[in-house]
């Protein structure tokens, strides 16, 4: 069982930059594809970012290309998403996902673990 809890939502202005982190309770957390999502009003559920089981790779939806980085501190059994040059139309509830595989998946039903959710709010 793992256990996923994500902070450091917030509002923020267009152009500005935010920090998303999950921190993993629960074993084998070097063994998790580790993987973030997000979720507007109205719409369904994203793929974001996703880092493999060391960092070593990693994968980006081509809305965040380039402006989102993801990685993870396994020592720490944390993942980050550094989120720069925000944009109005990335405001959603960003949520957090674990994958027990060594492959990186974009979509939602191939995640096992889920986190609550962190609000970003990003004004024009």
């Known amino acids: 069982q793992v256990q996923l809890v994500e902070s450091g939502g917030g509002l923020v202005q267009a152009g500005g930059s935010l920090r998303l982190s999950c921190a993993a309770s629960?074993?084998?957390?070097?063994?998790?594809?580790m993987g973030w999502f997000r979720q507007a009003p109205g719409k369904e559920r994203e793929f974001v970012s996703a880092?493999?089981?060391?960092?070593?790779?990693?994968s980006y939806a081509d809305s965040v290309k380039g402006r989102f980085t993801i990685s993870r501190e396994n020592a720490k059994k944390s993942v980050y998403l550094q989120m720069n040059s925000l944009k109005p139309e990335d405001t959603a509830v960003y949520y957090c996902?674990?994958?027990?595989?060594?492959?990186?998946?974009?979509?939602?039903?191939?995640?096992?673990?889920w986190g609550q959710g962190t609000q970003v709010t990003v004004s024009s």
């Open positions: 996902a674990a994958r027990l595989s060594s492959t990186i998946a974009i979509e939602t039903r191939k995640y096992d673990y």
């Open positions: 880092i493999s089981w060391y960092g070593g790779s990693t």
């Open positions: 629960g074993r084998s957390f070097s063994t998790y594809v």
